[in-house]
């Protein structure tokens, strides 16, 4: 009987690998085209082509030809349009850079890396080898190794965001065959925070970083509901609010931030309401459709909530305490034609003011009472103002906390406990633009790679961080991006037209560029952050004569 089994399992096989089905057979089909001339291509350029009917990316480097994915695989930007600098690609909208050779994606954001295919020069022609399978995604995952049973250890990463994300997955990738737990407090998967309060309904499935399936196959393992309480570095284990705890043999900490309250009275009435989930942003749309909106705050989570909002709520509000939203990020002239595009889509704004009460009935928000005494209706109101690092926890550990109760790493993304790393919003590191003077960045981009060079450290891959810092936001439709570090710029310096929405602008302090912010000027901030990575100096002098974009010849870009 059983021999009988053994045979038909044996004949099932043999027939399942003859009965090849044709889509199968032509997924594995070689295709190898031409797809340009040499000397289509002078060194230092790349060009989106044409093959197997797909577009891919040729680069030719230092005399070498190769070719990538031609779309960025964070939101899909066409990659011909970046910056090809020293090996490297950079995104052209959100700043992502991938290695012009490997494919592998180097700086964030996104997660995945680039297809890669084979090229053969043959004379004069440029010949490019792939499989049908190979040219049908845009993306491609580093290969992952699997835990071991062989392998001990346990890497515990508490934090359910990118940082998280990207440490576990680059733990994977660099051979960590131990365990890998992400605790998080929270009930569902990472997520795309950047499009939550762009996209308030959007679901948490379709805001997932990535599926169950993944982090299943990766042998990553996701704990929720996990807020955790205290760290012991002396036994390494974490100790979590339901009373549970986890030892470690590594840690990676990245519980971010989380959003200030309101000090005033009525804080706690019903739709009143702080953005931190999916589910958060699911209600905020719900209860704000054809209703009376309030948002306290001119962040830009809070302002992206008020563009989202803008057309779907009988009518929009934003309070905040300066005269004009983003000033102290993007100055002033920016800042009034963001503002000038939100009145013109029908929001009101109550600036150099705050709130002194809120007001209930039934204990359901019914108003908002300024501080100069006005009153205004509302239905709902979204409170923007901010986070604060989610490190209370961490009083008793013996880790060192700043006076603003960020958790202080060095370079390499550790604590000054050599088994503790740390990164995203609640850490203060070396910034190598500002001669590694400590800063606080809360940026989608930086925080994955946090979580990146700390993994490399964990497994003894000694790396320092050093990446550009790089932002995004989108309201109406319109992006501006930034590169850059400029808290204390003296001047702004604005180049094109402001009113036609398609400007740079340059944030100076005495002769020095800290940053650059554009809309409608790809790809002058990639190329920007290009400059600063490698080390240029972009002037105040270049930037004000009659060619203000001279510095990108000078940086060879």
């Given at each position: 009987?059983?021999?009988?089994?053994?045979k038909?399992?044996?004949i099932?096989?043999?027939?399942s690998?003859?009965?090849k089905?044709?889509d199968?057979?032509?997924?594995?089909?070689?295709?190898e085209?031409?797809?340009?001339?040499?000397?289509d291509l002078?060194d230092?350029?790349?060009?989106a082509?044409?093959?197997?009917?797909?577009?891919?990316l040729?680069?030719r480097?230092?005399?070498?030809?190769?070719?990538?994915?031609a779309?960025?695989?964070h939101?899909?930007?066409?990659l011909?349009?970046?910056?090809l600098?020293?090996?490297?690609i950079r995104?052209p909208?959100?700043?992502?850079?991938?290695?012009?050779?490997t494919?592998d994606?180097?700086?964030?954001p996104?997660?995945?890396?680039?297809?890669?295919?084979?090229v053969?020069?043959?004379?004069?022609?440029?010949v490019?080898?792939?499989?049908?399978?190979s040219?049908s995604s845009?993306k491609?995952?580093?290969?992952?190794?699997?835990?071991?049973?062989?392998?001990?250890r346990t890497?515990?990463?508490?934090?359910?965001?990118?940082?998280?994300?990207?440490c576990?997955?680059?733990?994977?990738?660099?051979?960590?065959?131990g365990?890998?737990?992400?605790?998080?407090r929270?009930?569902?998967?990472?997520?795309?925070?950047?499009?939550l309060s762009?996209?308030?309904?959007?679901?948490?499935?379709k805001?997932?970083?990535?599926d169950v399936?993944f982090?299943?196959?990766?042998?990553?393992?996701l704990?929720?509901?996990?807020?955790?309480?205290?760290?012991?570095?002396?036994d390494?284990?974490?100790?979590?609010k339901?009373g549970?705890?986890?030892?470690y043999?590594?840690?990676?900490?990245?519980?971010?931030?989380?959003?200030?309250?309101?000090?005033?009275?009525?804080?706690?009435?019903?739709?009143v309401?702080?953005?931190?989930?999916?589910?958060d942003g699911?209600?905020i749309?719900e209860?704000?459709?054809?209703?009376?909106?309030?948002?306290?705050g001119?962040?830009?989570?809070g302002?992206?909530v008020?563009?989202?909002?803008?057309?779907?709520?009988?009518?929009?509000?934003v309070?905040g305490?300066?005269q004009?939203?983003?000033?102290?990020?993007?100055?002033?002239v920016?800042?009034?034609?963001l503002?000038?595009l939100?009145i013109?889509?029908?929001v009101?704004?109550?600036n150099n003011?705050?709130?002194?009460?809120?007001?209930?009935?039934?204990g359901?928000?019914?108003?908002?009472v300024l501080?100069?005494g006005?009153?205004?209706?509302a239905?709902?109101?979204?409170?923007?103002?901010?986070v604060?690092?989610?490190?209370?926890?961490?009083s008793?550990?013996?880790?060192?906390?700043n006076s603003?109760?960020?958790?202080?790493?060095?370079?390499?993304?550790?604590?000054?406990n050599?088994d503790v790393?740390?990164g995203?919003?609640?850490?203060v590191?070396?910034l190598?633009?500002?001669?590694?003077?400590?800063?606080?960045?809360q940026?989608?981009?930086?925080?994955?790679?946090h979580g990146r060079?700390?993994?490399?450290?964990?497994?003894?891959?000694v790396t320092?961080i050093?990446?550009?810092?790089f932002?995004?936001t989108?309201?109406?439709?319109?992006?501006?991006?930034?590169?850059?570090y400029?808290?204390?710029?003296?001047d702004?310096?604005?180049q094109?037209?402001?009113?036609?929405?398609?400007?740079?602008?340059?944030?100076t302090k005495?002769?020095?560029v800290?940053?650059?912010?554009?809309?409608?000027?790809?790809?002058?901030?990639?190329?920007a952050a290009?400059?600063m990575?490698?080390g240029?100096?972009?002037?105040?002098?270049?930037v004000?004569?009659?060619?203000?974009?001279?510095?990108?010849a000078?940086?060879?870009?």
């Amino acid at each position: 009987m059983g021999s009988s089994n053994s045979k038909s399992r044996g004949i099932s096989k043999q027939q399942s690998q003859k009965e090849k089905k044709p889509d199968e057979e032509a997924s594995d089909q070689l295709i190898e085209e031409v797809v340009c001339k040499t000397s289509d291509l002078q060194d230092g350029e790349m060009k989106a082509v044409d093959f197997g009917g797909s577009s891919i990316l040729v680069v030719r480097e230092n005399g070498k030809f190769s070719a990538v994915g031609a779309k960025c695989t964070h939101y899909g930007a066409p990659l011909a349009k970046g910056v090809l600098c020293n090996g490297r690609i950079r995104c052209p909208w959100h700043g992502a850079c991938f290695n012009s050779t490997t494919g592998d994606i180097e700086d964030f954001p996104g997660l995945d890396s680039l297809p890669v295919y084979e090229v053969v020069v043959k004379e004069e022609d440029v010949v490019v080898k792939a499989t049908k399978t190979s040219l049908s995604s845009s993306k491609r995952i580093k290969k992952m190794v699997k835990a071991s049973t062989d392998d001990s250890r346990t890497f515990l990463i508490v934090g359910g965001g990118p940082a998280s994300v990207s440490c576990a997955e680059t733990l994977r990738q660099e051979g960590f065959c131990g365990k890998i737990i992400i605790a998080t407090r929270e009930t569902h998967l990472p997520f795309d925070k950047p499009k939550l309060s762009k996209s308030l309904d959007s679901t948490p499935e379709k805001l997932a970083l990535r599926d169950v399936r993944f982090y299943e196959d990766s042998d990553i393992i996701l704990r929720h509901e996990l807020e955790a309480t205290g760290v012991n570095t002396v036994d390494k284990k974490v100790d979590f609010k339901d009373g549970s705890s986890i030892s470690y043999d590594k840690l990676f900490l990245a519980t971010g931030g989380k959003p200030r309250c309101l000090s005033c009275p009525g804080w706690d009435l019903k739709n009143v309401c702080l953005l931190r989930s999916p589910n958060d942003g699911n209600y905020i749309a719900e209860q704000a459709q054809g209703k009376k909106v309030v948002i306290i705050g001119t962040s830009f989570i809070g302002m992206e909530v008020a563009a989202f909002l803008a057309g779907r709520a009988a009518s929009v509000v934003v309070i905040g305490h300066s005269q004009v939203p983003f000033a102290r990020v993007l100055g002033d002239v920016v800042g009034k034609m963001l503002m000038k595009l939100f009145i013109e889509k029908g929001v009101d704004f109550y600036n150099n003011n705050s709130v002194k009460e809120l007001v209930g009935t039934d204990g359901v928000l019914s108003k908002v009472v300024l501080k100069d005494g006005q009153e205004l209706e509302a239905d709902v109101c979204v409170i923007g103002v901010g986070v604060t690092p989610s490190t209370d926890f961490l009083s008793e550990s013996g880790l060192e906390l700043n006076s603003t109760k960020h958790l202080c790493v060095d370079k390499h993304m550790r604590t000054n406990n050599e088994d503790v790393y740390a990164g995203g919003d609640i850490v203060v590191f070396p910034l190598f633009l500002c001669e590694n003077s400590p800063v606080n960045i809360q940026h989608w981009q930086m925080s994955h790679q946090h979580g990146r060079i700390a993994a490399l450290n964990m497994v003894g891959k000694v790396t320092e961080i050093q990446s550009v810092p790089f932002f995004w936001t989108t309201m109406f439709g319109k992006s501006v991006r930034y590169t850059g570090y400029a808290v204390d710029f003296d001047d702004v310096i604005v180049q094109g037209d402001i009113d036609e929405q398609k400007f740079v602008a340059y944030f100076t302090k005495e002769n020095r560029v800290l940053a650059v912010a554009s809309m409608n000027f790809d790809p002058i901030v990639s190329q920007a952050a290009e400059a600063m990575s490698s080390g240029q100096m972009i002037t105040k002098s270049q930037v004000t004569s009659d060619d203000h974009k001279c510095w990108i010849a000078s940086a060879k870009l």
